[in-house]
């Protein structure tokens, strides 16, 4: 997993709630074990006309959005299916944070398993932050997560709150994976402690 550690990006604006992961990623594009391939099917339903071409109106079908790694959006951000698709499809369009007031727990925590950093901020701060995004790439946001601050163009400085080990392992790129292979010299010794013990149980032999 990539390590997030300061991030300063374009931000797209997405002023809507209760955004489930059904429109993050429509579940006819479920089919794949792959975390990759998902990103052009992100949010397919707002980014696609019913003929296949792109809706001009839809934020990251615009430039400079069309770059975002950063999106603002509002309440209850990926409710529904618990399906870790949704951050896959985040991660491959190319987004690395994504801030509301409220997000759906599973949601949440499928996002730093796999490298995206949610950050819960009030209402009235989210529109804020969105008012900056409608400025374009001339007003990018800066996500300090050593710090715990997302600073805006003008300056000022947002902290926000995170679990300190959810922060480290961000900060060090550790999936549920990195986690384990990070003990691995540990998980060795036991294993050959194991082996060792073993060799000295008795044999039994029945006739």
């Known amino acids: 997993m990539e390590k997030f550690v300061t991030l300063s990006a374009i931000a797209a604006a997405l002023p809507e709630a209760n955004i489930d992961t059904d429109k993050i990623i429509p579940a ?5 074990t792959q975390r990759t391939g998902l990103g052009k099917h992100a949010f397919d339903a707002m980014r696609y006309l019913p003929d296949g071409t792109e809706n001009p109106n839809f934020v990251l079908n615009r430039q400079p959005w069309r770059k975002a790694e950063i999106l603002v ?4 951000l990926g409710c529904g299916s618990s399906r870790e698709h949704a951050p896959w499809a985040l991660l491959d369009f190319g987004i690395r944070c994504v801030i509301a007031p409220s997000f759906a727990d599973i949601f949440f925590n499928n996002c730093f398993k796999n490298g995206i950093l949610p950050i819960r901020l009030p209402r009235e701060i989210c529109d804020e932050l969105m008012g900056d995004a409608q400025m374009g790439s001339n007003a990018r946001l800066t996500v300090d997560l050593p710090r715990q ?5 003008n300056g000022e400085e947002v902290p926000f709150e995170i679990d300190a080990f959810r922060k480290h392992l961000l900060l060090e790129g ?5 986690q384990t292979l990070h003990h691995e010299g540990s998980i060795a010794t036991y294993e050959q402690r194991q082996d060792q013990a073993k060799s000295w149980l008795p044999t039994i032999h029945f006739d």
């Not at 959006?73 to 209850?76: E, G, L, S």
């Not at 550790?174 to 990195?178: A, C, E, K, N, R």
């Open 28 to 32: 006819r594009f479920l089919k794949t």
């Open 73 to 76: 959006t509002y309440d209850n």
């Open 149 to 153: 601050v997302v600073i805006r163009p």
């Open 174 to 178: 550790l999936d549920d994976i990195g």
